[in-house]
């Protein structure tokens, strides 16, 4: 069971079917609405919506994956997929919404375009900060929740956790809200003036904001997928044990490695008191491992390897 907390994965669960339904219905009416009114900015937003629905299919499946026991091929268990599919998400929504969206917003400036019924394109801009907002809400919830029970600040907790389908579904959100008010912008200004610039570059502003978001999702998952340790806070619970421990004379090596969002591995050379044998250097090790999971209850996997002051391997 190594990386998979059940009410965490529940949670997530919800949240990204939440986000899935809303982005995949709304996804639609951009479509519709963005051939109708001829905006570029109305079809960037259809792309948006696209790349999201794609993310949330590739996060549920993540999530499913990484519910998978240990096994002798994966011993520690497959938490990490849950980083993979994250990153291959954040490399969606660069490539069919960023790219896509600046491409659209740029040949509307060069070349305009028929304009159509924007009515309907504005009932469409509506309906998706209803449906888009809604997601959100439930995923800032989740996240709030969880800072609580860490207490932490919500934005400290979105930019420190290791869950990357509630931060996905936060950072797309927030996008997708952001993203509507500036199709609304470019069109209201496009069909009060009658210059298609102004679609235009709500079009590019949009293919920039998902850029900016791909780039901070893929950054962070990056950091987890090639091996990032504890954070300052968890490192810091696991040096006080060590260092409150009576049969601690000294930490030659301390590796922490995430396995996963809600699992640790702490890997430590510790310097036991002289006066402890054997039975007595095994005893405070049980100690130590059962004192380091209460401490810092992501702790899954603990190692800990006597070793004399100054004989690191």
């Known amino acids: 069971m190594t990386g998979y907390s059940p009410g965490v994965a529940s949670e997530s669960h919800k949240t990204v079917y939440v986000a899935l339904a809303s982005n995949a219905g709304i996804g639609i009416a951009k479509l519709a609405g963005g051939l109708i009114s001829g905006s570029s900015a109305m079809l960037a937003e259809a792309a948006h919506s696209a790349a999201d629905t794609t993310n949330q299919l590739l996060l549920l499946a993540s999530l499913n994956l990484a519910e998978r026991p240990a096994d002798e091929q994966h011993p520690f268990g497959y938490g990490k997929e849950r980083f993979f599919w994250s990153f291959l ?12 969206s600046v491409y659209e917003g740029i040949g509307r400036i060069l070349h305009g375009g028929k304009d159509g019924d924007v009515g309907i394109a504005f009932a469409v801009l509506a309906l998706g900060l209803v449906l888009e907002g809604s997601s959100l809400i439930r995923a800032a919830r989740q996240t709030e929740g969880e800072a609580q029970d860490r207490r932490r600040s919500f934005t400290d907790h979105l930019r420190v956790t290791r869950d990357p389908a509630v931060k996905t579904v936060v950072f797309e959100d927030s996008a997708a809200v952001i993203g509507l008010l500036l199709a609304a912008a470019g069109l209201g200004l496009t069909a009060l003036t ?4 102004f679609d235009g570059a709500a079009s590019i502003a949009i293919g920039l904001l998902l ?3 791909a780039f901070t999702l893929g950054r962070d998952t990056k950091g987890l997928l090639i091996g990032e340790g504890a954070l300052p806070e968890e490192r810091e619970a696991i040096d006080r044990v060590f260092g409150e421990h009576p049969g601690v004379d000294s930490v030659e ?7 996963g969002p809600a699992s640790l591995l702490v890997a430590a050379r510790l310097d036991f008191v002289p006066e402890l044998d054997s039975d007595a250097v095994e005893e405070a090790a049980d100690e ?5 999971r209460e401490a810092v209850p992501e702790i899954t996997e603990v190692f800990l390897d006597p070793t004399r002051r100054g004989t690191r391997a």
């Open 194 to 197: 009658g210059d298609a610039v």
């Open 253 to 259: 090596e301390l590796l922490t490695m995430a396995l």
């Open 89 to 100: 998400a954040a490399v969606s929504i660069f490539v069919s919404g960023a790219l896509f």
């Open 211 to 213: 850029a900016v978001v």
């Open 288 to 292: 130590l491992e059962h004192q380091l």
